[in-house]
């Protein structure tokens, strides 16, 4: 019970952070990518304000053995820098130029963002399915 509403206030809070920023605007997130025409650089306060709490949260995170509610706490990520690293961030960031959104912003705009948003979103779960049959086939590929 107390799980299921901190991650309802949690998951709220995030949906007006990404209204409040901007970042379900497509015009505003391709203006950020735009460094060579009219690029809107406020979106570097959204990575600011995101990135700074998040290097407290695993500060303090490392430190404990579980969560305030109980539960185990995920592993820190690996700081190597990997294939499947280099070929999500490119496949990510190709689809947020093109699209102007990220999952996050997709499913918040879903409620205002019309046929566009829900077309992105369909293609995103695509993706999300069909990732783990292209991951171990990558993987393989590497290692052979």
Same mark, same amino acid.
């Given at each position: 019970m107390m799980r299921n509403l901190?991650? %309802? /206030?949690?998951?709220? /809070?995030?949906? %007006?952070?990404? /209204?409040?920023?901007?970042?379900v605007d497509t015009t505003k997130v391709q203006g950020w990518l735009d460094i060579f025409g009219a690029?809107?650089?406020? /979106? %570097?306060?959204?990575?600011?304000? %995101?990135i700074l709490p998040m290097m407290v949260a695993w500060q303090v995170a490392r430190r404990r053995k579980v969560a305030l509610l109980g539960s185990a706490l995920p592993e820190a990520p690996d700081p190597r820098v990997g294939h499947n690293l280099v070929i999500g961030s490119v496949l990510f960031g190709a689809g947020w130029g093109l699209a102007g959104l990220c999952p996050g912003p997709a499913m918040a705009s879903l409620s205002f963002g019309g046929i566009g948003g829900l077309v992105f979103l369909v293609a995103m779960m695509a993706g999300m399915w069909a990732a783990p049959a292209l991951r171990q086939r990558i993987d393989r590929l590497a290692t052979a």
């Amino acid at each position: 019970m107390m799980r299921n509403l901190f991650a %309802a /206030l949690s998951g709220g /809070l995030f949906g %007006a952070g990404l /209204l409040v920023s901007g970042m379900v605007d497509t015009t505003k997130v391709q203006g950020w990518l735009d460094i060579f025409g009219a690029w809107d650089p406020t /979106l %570097a306060f959204v990575m600011g304000g %995101a990135i700074l709490p998040m290097m407290v949260a695993w500060q303090v995170a490392r430190r404990r053995k579980v969560a305030l509610l109980g539960s185990a706490l995920p592993e820190a990520p690996d700081p190597r820098v990997g294939h499947n690293l280099v070929i999500g961030s490119v496949l990510f960031g190709a689809g947020w130029g093109l699209a102007g959104l990220c999952p996050g912003p997709a499913m918040a705009s879903l409620s205002f963002g019309g046929i566009g948003g829900l077309v992105f979103l369909v293609a995103m779960m695509a993706g999300m399915w069909a990732a783990p049959a292209l991951r171990q086939r990558i993987d393989r590929l590497a290692t052979a």
